[in-house]
C-alpha cells in the first residue's frame, strides 16, 4: 500500500469533519474526537508505510506538475504528521470536556488541523501557501474565541502578522517561479533559484515561525488563547511554518548561517523573558520562543550537513509538540481551577492536583533537556552535529540554553511543590483536562527510548 | 518599457505601505497601508515576469490566489478591530 492514501486522509479527514460539525453542531464533539481518532489512525499508517516501503510522491488527478498539486511524504514529514495526530487528539479530547458542543471552537480547530496536515504532505510550495494561510487565518480567529479585550488584540495582531509573512512567502515563490518555471519543492531544490526567493520566503515563514527578533506577535498570542487552542498553536502551528522553512531552506542553503544567528538569540532572549515574566501561560509561550530558537539552529545544522543534526532536529520539533501540548494543556486546567494565571499566586491550585504536577514535571523534564525523556534525546543529537561540526560556541549555547530551561521550568515546579494544602477549585476540572495533558508527558517520556526505530525513518529522505 | 514602470511602482507601493505599517500603531491605518503595500507586491509580481510579451497565466494564479487570501484576512481584521472598537479603549 502506498504510504500517500493515509496521508491524504490524515488531511482531509479534520477537513470532512469540520463540514460535518458545522452542519450538525449538536453532535460536535463525538464528530471531532472520531475524526481525531481517525487522523492517529492514518498518521500511524503513513509513519508504518514510510518505515516499511520508503518515501512516496504523487500530483493528484495525473495533471502536469506546476497544475497538479503533487504531495510527497518522506521520514521527517511522517513524524511532523505524528506530532499533529497525537497533539490533535490530546486537544480535542481536552476541548470535549472544555468547550460546549455548539461552540465555534469545533469547526475552526477542524479546519486548521486540515490545514496543518496539508503543508506536512504538500510538495508544491504553492499549495504550501495556501494550507498555511487557511492554517493562519483559522488560528488567529481561535486565539480571539475567549472575547476579553486582550485576546481580540492579540488575535488582530497576529492575523495582520500573518498577512505580512503570507505576502512575503508569495512574492518569494513567485520570484522562484518566474526564475525556474516550476513550484515543486524537489525541482526547486535542485534549479537553485535566484537568492532573493529563497531571502523573501525565508523571511515569511521565519516571521510566522516567530523567530527572534521577529516573535513579538506570539507570547500575547498564545498566552491569551483559551486553554486547548494555545497548546494546538504553540505545539503545532508554529511547526507548520518551521516544516516549511526546512523545505526552503534546503532549496536556499546561504540563509543557513543568518538562522543560526538567529536562533541563538531566540534561545537566550527568550528564556530570559521567561525567567521575568509573572503569568504561568506567559512563561510557557516565551518557552516557545526560545525553543523555535533552537530548532532554528538545528535546521541550519542539518541543511549545512552535520551529522545527526537532521535527526535532531526532527525529533526535537515532535518531542516540543508534546511536551508543550502538555504544558500548555495543564496550564488550561489551573487557569480554570483559579480563574486566573498570575504566577505564583495560582500554583495553590496545582498543589492538590497529583495528575497535573506529574504531566508539568514531565514536560519540564523534556523541555529542559533532561534524561530520560524524548526532549534530551534531541538535544543530545543537536549537541553532537554541532560539535562533530567543530561549532564550540554552538554547542555551548545548547548546553547552556537548557540551563536556562531548567531555570524556568524551575518557576513553575517549585511553588507546585509546596507542602502546604491546595486551594479549592473555583470551577470544576473534569478529569479529562487533567489526564489528556498527562497522557502526552508520558508519551514524551517514552519517546526517550524508541530513538533506534526513529533514526531510522529519519534517514528515509525524498 | 510599461512592464519597467509598473514595476517601479510596485516596489514603490510596497515600501510606501511598509514603511507606513511601521509607522503608524493605529489598527485601521495598519490594515489600509498592508494592503497597500500588498497591492504593491501583486503589481510588481504582474510587471516582472513577462516582460514585454505578455504574462504568464500560472503567475497571474498566484497573484489572484494572493489577492483572495489579502481580501479575507483584511475581513476578519476589520470585524475583530471593530470588535474592539465596541469593547472600548485604544486599538
Do not use: C
Not at chain 1, 398 to 405: P, R
Request: charged letters at 10%; zero cysteines; glycine letters at 12%.
Amino acid at each position: 500500500m502506498n504510504p500517500l492514501l493515509p496521508a491524504l486522509v490524515a488531511a482531509l479527514l479534520p477537513l470532512v469533519g469540520s463540514i460535518l460539525v458545522w452542519l450538525v453542531p449538536s453532535w460536535s464533539r463525538a464528530l471531532a474526537v472520531v475524526t481525531a481518532a481517525g487522523v492517529l489512525v492514518a498518521a500511524l499508517g503513513v509513519v508504518n508505510r514510510v518505515a516499511l516501503d520508503g518515501a512516496a510522491m504523487m500530483t493528484l488527478g495525473g495533471w502536469p506538475e506546476t497544475l497538479g498539486i503533487g504531495i510527497a511524504v518522506d521520514g521527517v514529514g511522517a513524524l511532523f504528521l505524528l506530532a499533529s495526530a497525537v497533539v490533535g487528539l490530546a486537544a480535542t479530547a481536552y476541548g470535549a470536556g472544555y468547550f460546549p458542543a455548539r461552540h465555534p471552537f469545533w469547526t475552526l480547530w477542524l479546519l486548521l488541523w486540515a490545514a496543518l496536515n496539508a503543508v506536512f504532505i504538500t510538495a508544491d510550495a504553492f499549495n504550501a501557501y495556501v494550507a498555511l494561510e487557511l492554517a493562519g487565518l483559522t488560528a488567529a480567529v481561535l486565539v480571539t474565541l475567549g472575547g476579553e479585550r486582550d485576546a481580540m488584540a492579540a488575535g488582530l495582531r497576529y492575523l495582520l502578522v500573518s498577512l505580512v509573512g503570507a505576502t512575503l512567502y508569495l512574492a518569494g515563490v513567485a520570484v522562484a517561479y518566474t526564475a525556474t518555471g516550476t513550484l515543486s519543492l524537489n525541482a526547486l531544490m535542485a534549479d537553485s533559484p535566484p537568492m532573493m526567493a529563497g531571502v523573501l520566503a525565508l523571511g515569511g515563514l521565519a516571521l510566522k515561525a516567530a523567530l527572534f527578533p521577529l516573535h513579538g506577535w506570539l507570547p500575547p498570542a498564545h498566552a491569551r488563547a483559551p486553554g486547548p487552542v494555545s497548546a494546538i498553536l504553540s505545539a503545532l502551528v508554529v511547526k507548520a511554518a518551521l516544516y516549511l522553512a526546512w523545505r526552503w531552506l534546503e532549496v536556499a542553503p546561504v540563509a543557513a548561517e543568518a538562522f543560526i544567528l538567529l536562533g541563538i538569540g531566540a534561545v537566550i532572549w527568550g528564556s530570559l523573558q521567561a525567567l521575568r515574566v509573572g503569568r504561568l501561560k506567559a512563561i510557557i509561550a516565551w518557552s516557545t520562543v526560545a525553543q523555535m530558537g533552537y530548532l532554528a539552529v538545528g535546521l541550519a545544522l542539518a541543511v549545512e550537513g552535520a551529522a545527526g543534526a537532521a535527526m535532531g532536529v526532527a525529533w526535537l520539533a515532535l518531542t516540543h509538540a508534546l511536551a508543550k501540548g502538555a504544558a500548555f494543556l495543564g496550564a488550561a486546567s489551573v487557569v480554570r481551577a483559579a480563574g486566573h494565571d498570575r504566577w505564583p499566586l495560582a500554583a495553590a491550585h496545582l498543589r492538590n492536583r497529583p495528575v497535573l504536577v506529574l504531566a508539568f514535571g514531565l514536560a519540564a523534564a523534556s523541555l529542559a533537556g533532561l534524561p530520560p525523556s524524548g526532549g534530551f534525546v534531541a538535544k543530545w543529537y543537536l549537541l553532537d552535529a554541532a560539535m562533530g561540526a567543530e561549532r564550540w560556541l554552538l554547542a555551548a549555547v545548547i548546553a547552556g540554553g537548557g540551563l536556562l530551561s531548567a531555570a524556568y521550568l524551575y518557576r513553575i515546579l517549585h511553588p507546585a511543590l509546596d507542602p502546604r494544602p491546595g486551594a479549592e477549585a473555583s470551577h470544576p476540572v473534569p478529569p479529562v483536562l487533567e489526564w489528556s495533558a498527562l497522557g502526552l508527558a508520558l508519551l514524551v517520556t517514552a519517546f526517550g527510548v524508541v530513538v533506534p526505530w526513529a533514526r531510522d525513518l529519519v534517514g528515509v529522505a525524498a | 518599457m510599461t512592464a519597467a514602470i509598473f514595476l517601479f511602482l510596485g516596489l514603490f507601493l510596497a515600501v510606501l505601505g511598509g514603511l507606513t505599517t511601521f509607522l503608524r500603531s493605529d489598527g485601521l491605518h495598519r490594515i489600509i497601508s498592508l494592503n497597500i503595500a500588498g497591492s504593491g507586491v501583486f503589481l510588481a509580481l504582474m510587471a516582472a515576469p513577462g516582460g514585454e510579451e505578455g504574462v504568464d497565466p500560472v503567475a497571474q494564479a498566484l497573484v489572484l490566489t494572493g489577492i483572495v487570501v489579502a481580501v479575507a484576512i483584511s475581513g476578519v481584521a476589520l470585524v475583530l478591530l471593530a470588535r474592539l472598537a465596541e469593547l472600548g479603549g485604544r486599538s
